[in-house]
């Protein structure tokens, strides 16, 4: 196809969306929670595994309500039925390496059936038989995350990384081409669930802070990791949201699906990781301004943002507005403050990051969207 129209599905964010997107933040929170308690390797890897198979099935909600009719009390019916299961999950995210792998597996189960019946039941056009050649991968994923959550251990961790490298293989080994995607309603969906992550990093600030006294420390550090997560927010919604969306719609409908996939469900996942990272960083700079950081500490902070700039580096790359050489360099930047906060104070790295990212984000973008040729 050729044309450029959208499909006719939904058009905006509905409220019931916003709801299902609270249970998801809560996730993020509990993920944040697991590598705040856990802030090494491991931890960041256990963490790494279960945001890759929550924000894979998230995405795969957001092209569902892109696509059926959410008037319908069915489809809200079911939609509510998927969100109890990711609420199970999400239950389960603080102990799923140790005695809760099961339940996060049993409530993955009912995400993916309760989607994959939604999408072939009430979705129009192709998707019906776009998501049955995508259910035997999606199904073959959640068996892997029950029977790892069942067994633990070693066990887990290999079931776990095969699953979640498969179930982001399959989609471009099938092909997704067939799935329309209405560009104003798919980017407005993943721009909130942006927004609201990077309110987990203020949320985190809050609890850092805890029953500390609000003394002149408290306040910088708060204020500065505050700046920190607004020039985030800068960096992805400085007006380009709106290019974002004149790109996809500028796209054939078939190359539109392939680049969803890789703008909004491979760079946004480094985009997410990148948040839940620098939220447990400025959780722990909290309380202590003054006072010079952990390796690990420090380096979740600085890594967390260098992932976040490179994600989006990657997500203007997909959609074609930019590559965003500032960003590049900026995520680069990023990386070299760790020493700042090892050897300096949590202040300093706090706020070099600050300028590090409003400074990566003052690279002029292309002036206007470089229009894709039809295949």
Known sequence: MTATAAPAGAQRVTTLELFFDLVFVFTITQLSAVLAHELAWEGVGHVALMLGFIWFMYGGYAWLTNAIELRDPVNRGLLLAGMCGYFVIALAVPRAFDGSGLAFGVGYVVVVAVHTFLFSYSAPGLAPQAILRLAPGNFGAAVVVLVGGALGGSAQVVLWTAGVVALWLIPKLVGNQDFEVAPAHFVERHGLVVIVAIGESVVAIGIGAGRLAIDVELVLIAVLGLLLSAALWWTYFGGDDERAEQALAAMP??????????????????????????????????GHAYDDLGSGEALVLAGGTALFLAGDVWFRHVLRIGTGPGRAVGALAALATVPLGTEVAAIVQVAALALVVLAATTVPAPGRVRRVTPA
């Open 253 to 286: 409908t078939r190359r539109r699906a392939v680049a969803a996939l890789d703008g909004y469900g491979f760079a946004h996942l480094a985009l997410l990781l990148g948040i839940v990272c620098v939220a447990v960083g400025l959780k722990k700079a909290t």
